[in-house]
Structures are given as C-alpha cells and as structure tokens.
C-alpha cells in the first residue's frame, strides 16, 4: 500500500495542508482528520496543495466535497493549489473547477483569500 502523509502549516490565517503521495479510500480518513482538527481550532480559510500527490481516487475526493459547505458557512473556504494535469484532469472531468477555485501556486492561492 501506497503512503499517504499530509504535512501543515500556516500562513497568516490561512491554514494549507501539503498532500503526497497516494489518496484513497484506506488514507481518506487521515485527510478527514485533518478537516476536522482545523474545524476544532476554528481554521476555515484552507488552501491544499497537491504538488506532490501522486493519486486520489473518489472517496479522496468525496473528502473535499464533505467540507467544502461547512468551511463556506464559517466565512471560509477550501482553495486547491499544485495538482499535475493527471489529478487536475481527474478533479475537472467531475466538475470541480464550478465549486472549488483551482491555480496553479500555493502563494496566489493564499492571496485568493
């Protein structure tokens, strides 16, 4: 089984979650948790960064899409920044790009907020 590790930091009130290596239905809890311990600290402004993703399947997906409304509700949001064309094809082919802003640097999506 492929690794999964998701390393935080944050950068003036935004919160970004770097993601690498494989993400799918038996790591998705891990990014679940992740949501969640920034629910639980208040952190509603999330940029995740997919620069060294190297897979995400739909139940990694379905992950983003849980959360996405509850973020909004807080006055957040949930920005995705650094995906290969692979995992970029595989977000626009289900129509993420209508419901989560997408570019390509971890900087102009800070900014974004």
Same mark, same amino acid.
């Given at each position: 089984?492929?690794?999964? *590790? $998701?390393?935080? #930091?944050?950068?003036? &009130? =935004?919160?970004?979650? %770097?993601?690498?290596? +494989?993400?799918? @239905?038996?790591?998705? !809890?891990? %990014?679940?948790? @992740?949501?969640?311990?920034?629910?639980?600290?208040?952190?509603?402004?999330? =940029? =995740? &960064?997919?620069? #060294?993703?190297? +897979? $995400?399947?739909?139940? !990694?997906? !379905?992950?983003?899409? @849980? +959360?996405?409304?509850?973020?909004?509700?807080?006055?957040? /949001? $949930?920005?995705?920044? !650094?995906?290969?064309? #692979? *995992? +970029? &094809? *595989?977000? /626009?082919?289900?129509?993420?790009?209508?419901?989560?802003?997408?570019?390509?640097?971890?900087?102009?999506? $800070?900014? #974004?907020?």
């Amino acid at each position: 089984m492929e690794e999964f *590790i $998701i390393s935080e #930091k944050k950068i003036n &009130n =935004v919160a970004v979650l %770097l993601l690498e290596g +494989y993400l799918d @239905a038996h790591t998705s !809890g891990e %990014l679940e948790k @992740a949501f969640e311990s920034l629910l639980t600290k208040e952190n509603h402004k999330i =940029v =995740v &960064n997919f620069e #060294k993703l190297s +897979y $995400i399947s739909s139940a !990694g997906l !379905g992950v983003f899409m @849980a +959360y996405i409304e509850t973020m909004r509700n807080n006055s957040g /949001d $949930i920005k995705l920044c !650094g995906m290969s064309d #692979k *995992i +970029y &094809n *595989i977000f /626009d082919m289900l129509g993420f790009p209508v419901l989560f802003e997408i570019v390509k640097l971890e900087e102009e999506a $800070i900014s #974004k907020f």
